[in-house]
């Protein structure tokens, strides 16, 4: 079954205690994006990858940071949490930045 | 800068009644453009898409959208809305020549009254 599986599925942790949420993908899709969603807000990209070894930026990518070592994974690494990071976090992936996005389930972060 | 705009953040429409929800862009291309569907508690699920061709779109679970150009639109119908049609639904605009930027509406929750 084609899907995106992201870990943990709620998360509650303190500041600044180093976490990672990861994100693996099976259907061999080059694009990869993390987003973060927000009441109001909808979901804001937060980083993206076009391939192995490429990451870029998103609009929100302070205190966050990702690799893609792999193409199935890409994991995104929050160094020192701080309690505006609290939000429900969406990894996704893609053939190609144009084409239909398949979302993980979510998860949930709280910083305290 | 790109934007998209759901005006609307609640709408309530009677089980069997039409619906459309709005979406308005701000763009200087050409875009490419979705719409989304988000259950309480899951993750988001494509219910259609227009790249190019024509304007009037058919998605999953009879939904719609027309691609207005001249007024930077895209808006999502349904002609008889069901009770499992409840969720927040969210608009994606993006463009080639803006990268590999998808931006997202601030979502539009949909509420059903039987």
């Known amino acids: 079954e084609a899907q995106v599986t992201q870990n943990p599925r709620y998360l509650i942790t303190v500041t600044g205690k180093k976490l990672t949420v990861t994100c693996s993908q099976n259907?061999?899709?080059?694009?990869m994006s993390w987003y973060r969603q927000d009441p109001g807000l909808g979901l804001r990209q937060i980083y993206y990858?076009?391939?192995?070894?490429?990451?870029d930026k998103g609009d929100v990518p302070e205190g966050y940071k990702v690799s893609r070592k792999e193409k199935r994974n890409f994991p995104l690494i929050l160094e020192s949490p701080s309690p505006n990071q609290t939000s429900l976090y969406f990894c996704?992936?893609?053939?190609?930045?144009?084409?239909?996005?398949?979302f993980g389930q979510g998860t949930r972060l709280t910083v305290v | 800068a790109q934007s998209v705009t759901q005006p609307d953040i609640h709408i309530t429409v009677s089980e069997g009644a039409s619906l459309e929800l709005r979406c308005n862009y701000s763009y200087g291309a050409t875009p490419y453009l979705f719409w989304y569907v988000q259950s309480p508690g899951q993750g988001l699920q494509l219910l259609l898409k227009y790249f190019s061709g024509d304007t009037l779109v058919q998605g999953i679970k009879g939904f719609e959208a027309e691609f207005k150009r001249s007024q930077s639109s895209f808006n999502l119908r349904k002609p008889s809305v069901h009770w499992s049609d409840a969720a927040e639904y969210f608009c994606a605009v993006g463009a080639m020549e803006y990268g590999n930027k998808l931006v997202f509406g601030a979502g539009t929750i949909l509420r059903v009254k039987s």
């Open positions: 259907m061999n899709h080059e694009y």
């Open positions: 990858s076009m391939n192995v070894e490429v990451t």
């Open positions: 996704a992936s893609s053939l190609a930045v144009n084409t239909e996005a398949f």
